[in-house]
């Protein structure tokens, strides 16, 4: 009998070789799946299925996931405003965590003996793969042809070509992966330390040149309505922005940053909802919470974004984070308008019931109606007397040395 395969398939090169390598070379049983988090269009998951069963699958599985990866990761990068480096959003590592999970419950559902997948040694998904599926499915075996052959692209091509497959094998100049948090961009000015991605390199080409207001509605800290327009999800809001601010080509940069294997890289992004979701949820946040609410998310929000870049999204500590972002959300409710303009955007300002810059109780640097001079006098003595009694002690010990 011969061993059942999960293979997670994006109809690539790679995976395209696994397809092959399993059924003709090994005689497995191959069930390739693919989760859409927001990366491909109708018709070209109907192209990689046809593609897959061309290449003799068993079966071939597409998981909309666009959904169920908002409410379980990008929700809680929102709620954190986590940028990793203060630069990227974590659009492909959110990505592959939410791919990994439902690819190791697809092995369950099908009790397959074997989960496989295209990654090469050289990146950090090989490692967020392998650790999730460790976790969840411990005892499957673990298969990566290309990891484990150590293949060139010239060898895989090669060896499909024997095999009578017949697609695409030119490589485009830019490898690109879309998905609903962003879209990752990588060439040869991505493969060294200096260099920047051309315009052509862009999957949004800019093509909107006239400033643009934007009014987006928070409620409990998720975008619900844009311009009025409510949604019945928040990740339709995220499209419906990407639309909107993409053509601007707001939210393109390079990110650098450690990888989980111990060495540096870059890759540039394209991320305008993303970038606009996070200024714009933030400045509503530093409205509504408080001085201590908005630096404890702060400490958190750091570890988060980092443990999760490192695929450490099953660990339980994650689980209490979010529940803590959860909670800072209760008052996280109000409009916030941005005005969009090439390359840029603006935060002009926020509305709240839960505004605490309220002119009720006074005007920052003019009028105060909720304390007097006195109050202000004595508050400053009693805030600075433990530096004070410190300044006097240290003067009176330094001068019986002298």
Known sequence: MSKKVVLGFSGGLDTTYCVKYFTDEKGYEVHSIIINTGGFTEEELKT?????????????????????????????????????????????????LSQAVLIAEHVQHLNADIVAHGSTGAGNDQVRFD??????????????????????????IAYLKSKGVEMNFEKSMYSVNKGLWGTSVGGKETLNSKGMLPEEAWPTQVTETEERSVELEFIKGELMAIDGNKFGHPAEAIQHLQKMAGPYGIGRDIHVGDTIIGIKGRVGFEAAAPMVILKAHHALEKHVLTKWQLNWKDQLALFY??????????????????????????????????????YRFQIAGVESDF????????????????????????????????????????????????
Not at 70 to 90: A, E, S
Not at 131 to 156: A, H, W, Y
Request: hydrophobic share 35%; proline share 3%.
């Open 305 to 342: 974004g980092n443990w999760l870049h490192e695929g450490q999204i099953l660990d339980p500590v994650m689980r209490d984070i979010e529940a803590f972002f959860g909670k800072s959300q209760e008052n996280v409710t109000g409009k916030v308008f941005v005005s969009l303009m090439p």
């Open 131 to 156: 650790m999730i599926f460790n976790i969840m499915i411990p005892g499957v075996e673990i298969c990566t042809p290309i990891r484990d052959q150590k293949l060139s692209r010239e060898d895989e």
């Open 355 to 402: 505004d605490l810059m309220s002119s009720q109780f006074g005007k920052y640097g003019e009028m105060n109606t909720g304390w007097t001079g006195e109050d202000v006098r004595g508050f400053s003595k009693i805030f600075g007397n433990q530096t004070m009694i410190y300044h006097a002690v240290k003067q009176k010990a330094d001068g019986s040395k002298n």
């Open 48 to 96: 990689i299925e046809t593609h897959a069963y061309k290449l003799g699958v068993k079966s071939h599985t597409a998981v909309n996931a666009i959904k169920s990866y908002y409410d379980n990761i990008i929700r809680y990068l929102i709620f954190g405003n986590v940028l990793k480096n203060n630069t990227y959003p974590l659009s492909v590592s959110a990505e592959r």
